[in-house]
């Protein structure tokens, strides 16, 4: 069976949740054709993700790369949110992205650390003693003891995620809230698919410069293979439009 079908099948987009869907796939279209520089950008910093990853044999330390993957994974559904117009549920997609890599850094060669993480759920108290390890704060001072700058992009970033929509926050919500008054009655109507706009572009260059973050926490666990391969100069090219 064909993975790209040419025609819809039978019922499509004869409901609500299907016609949501078809309208969200126009707009990722609408998106790749609108913002020729912004996708460029996108579409070169997922080459970035496959040159670091795809293939890649016995890297060293094994378990931040598995972390990145998630990161990709994480990545790319957010570029396919944002393409969309699902700019608000987005924001806590790329807050995985950002903290799978924060993790794959945390745990970095420490066998031990990376231990106890994966035996977390093995008692109510192994689970809160890995809850406390592996607080924000323990990461971001980690990350400012290798790379103050580092950590300043991950922290800012961070913030921007969870106040525009990785938690329900004023700036997320009121992002994605029309108001409108007729009379005396007001109507409230939530955006599910944000269309051309400062929402669209604000949306497009946080994508862009969250997966930028990422590729800077990987540089400080594998900088030879980033530098031997020029995913770093690759990489500081991209960061001058940022």
């Known amino acids: 069976m064909s993975s790209r079908p040419t025609t819809p099948p039978p019922g499509w987009a004869q409901n609500t949740l299907s016609s949501y869907l078809e309208d969200f796939s126009g707009n990722r279209w609408a998106t790749f054709h609108n913002k020729r520089p912004e996708m460029r950008d996108l579409i070169a910093i997922d080459g970035l993700f496959d040159r670091l990853l795809h293939g890649a044999k016995d890297p ?3 378990m931040p790369a598995m972390f990145l993957l998630r990161s990709h994974s994480a990545y790319r ?3 396919s949110m944002v393409m969309g117009g699902q700019l608000y549920e987005a924001l806590a997609i ?4 950002l903290e799978h890599a ?3 850094f945390f745990i970095g060669g420490d066998q031990a650390r990376w231990t106890r993480w994966m035996k977390r759920n093995e008692s109510a108290t192994t689970k809160d003693k890995v809850r406390k390890e592996f607080k924000l704060n323990a990461i971001l001072r980690e990350l400012k003891n290798k790379d103050a700058g580092v950590a300043g992009n991950f922290e800012h970033l961070y913030e921007r995620l969870i106040d525009f929509g990785a938690h329900p926050n004023e700036s997320g919500f009121s992002m994605s809230t029309l108001l409108s008054r007729n009379g005396n009655e007001t109507h409230i109507s939530a955006v599910y698919l944000h ?8 949306a497009l260059k946080t994508t862009a410069q ?3 973050c990422v590729f800077q926490i990987a540089y400080l666990i594998y900088p030879v ?3 031997l391969s020029g995913i770093r100069h690759d990489l500081d090219q ?3 439009r940022y």
């Open 225 to 227: 293979k980033m530098d």
């Open 102 to 104: 924060s993790y794959g």
């Open 195 to 202: 269309g051309e706009g400062v929402p669209l572009d604000f």
């Open 77 to 79: 559904t957010a570029v």
């Open 238 to 240: 991209i960061m001058t």
């Open 60 to 62: 060293e330390p094994m």
């Open 94 to 97: 790329l807050r995985l992205c």
């Open 210 to 212: 969250v997966a930028l």
